[in-house]
């Protein structure tokens, strides 16, 4: 399974389709009167040519394939921030196997955010 951020454009053919559309759109677009929008926008959808879409395609297929490169750098950097906390418990253990920690010994921060309380 690869980690994403819920909407990842990067990985959604017809996003990319769709934004290069808009942009031709916004580039012709000097009335700004909906059927003119319009008749742009069926123009423009019509004109996207195979060769753009395969690009579009490729650029995709590059982008799952870091993703799934680099989805062992995000679990090793998401399970450093995992907190198992315990109604019995007062100690933590690091997850790369470090020595306890006891939470108590914790204390807020003062006012002056460069020293903490203990």
């Not at 959808?45 to 982008?63: G, I, L, N, Y």
């Not at 006891?102 to 002056?112: N, Q, W």
Request: aromatic letters at 6%.
């Amino acid at each position: 399974m690869i980690t994403l951020a819920p909407y990842y454009t990067n990985l959604n053919p017809t996003e990319k389709i769709h934004s290069s559309v808009k942009s031709r759109i916004a580039a012709k677009n000097v009335t700004f009167k909906l059927r003119d929008v319009q008749q742009l926008a069926e123009e423009n959808f019509a004109a996207v040519t195979e060769e753009e879409q395969a690009a579009v395609w490729r650029h995709v297929k590059t982008v799952e394939e870091e993703c799934v490169n680099r989805e062992h750098e995000m679990d090793r950097t998401i399970n450093r921030f995992i907190i198992n906390a315990n109604e019995d418990d007062d100690t933590s253990k690091s997850s790369d196997g470090g020595s306890d920690v006891d939470i108590k010994e914790v204390g807020p921060l003062s006012s002056d955010s460069n020293t903490v309380n203990n």
